[in-house]
């Protein structure tokens, strides 16, 4: 039920080993897609992604997009990280601060 497959890397294009226990794996994930890349094009793919998770803003921290809202509770201009959609209040720093559901 879980032999051997060769499957090929879409990065390389070599052929490498779809082993029966990493099918195994796969299916107690629940993953239905099978790997698109070898062991080492995977490995070069996440260090790539972390390093360019580290870079950008100063301390090694990517700078995230603000959006500007008016507030909800006390109508002053509220930062956000993400796009009001305008159908749930808005709050500012402070008033979500303190919120009673705030902890």
């Given at each position: 039920?879980?032999?051997?497959?060769?499957?090929?890397?879409?990065?390389?294009?070599?052929?490498f080993?779809?082993?029966?226990?990493?099918?195994?794996?796969?299916?107690?994930?629940?993953?239905q897609?099978?790997?698109?890349?070898?062991?080492?094009?995977?490995?070069?793919?996440?260090?790539?992604?972390?390093?360019?998770?580290?870079?950008?803003?100063?301390?090694?921290?990517?700078?995230?997009?603000?959006?500007?809202?008016?507030?909800?509770?006390?109508?002053?201009?509220?930062?956000?990280?993400?796009?009001?959609?305008?159908?749930?209040?808005?709050?500012?720093?402070?008033?979500?601060?303190?919120?009673?559901?705030?902890?």
């Amino acid at each position: 039920m879980y032999g051997d497959e060769m499957l090929d890397c879409v990065d390389c294009g070599q052929q490498f080993v779809f082993s029966g226990g990493e099918k195994r794996f796969y299916e107690t994930k629940g993953f239905q897609n099978k790997p698109n890349r070898c062991q080492s094009c995977r490995a070069a793919r996440k260090q790539s992604r972390a390093q360019n998770s580290e870079g950008g803003a100063a301390g090694g921290q990517r700078i995230r997009e603000m959006f500007t809202a008016t507030c909800s509770n006390c109508g002053g201009v509220a930062e956000v990280p993400f796009n009001p959609r305008g159908d749930k209040p808005v709050f500012c720093r402070d008033c979500f601060a303190s919120r009673p559901s705030y902890r």
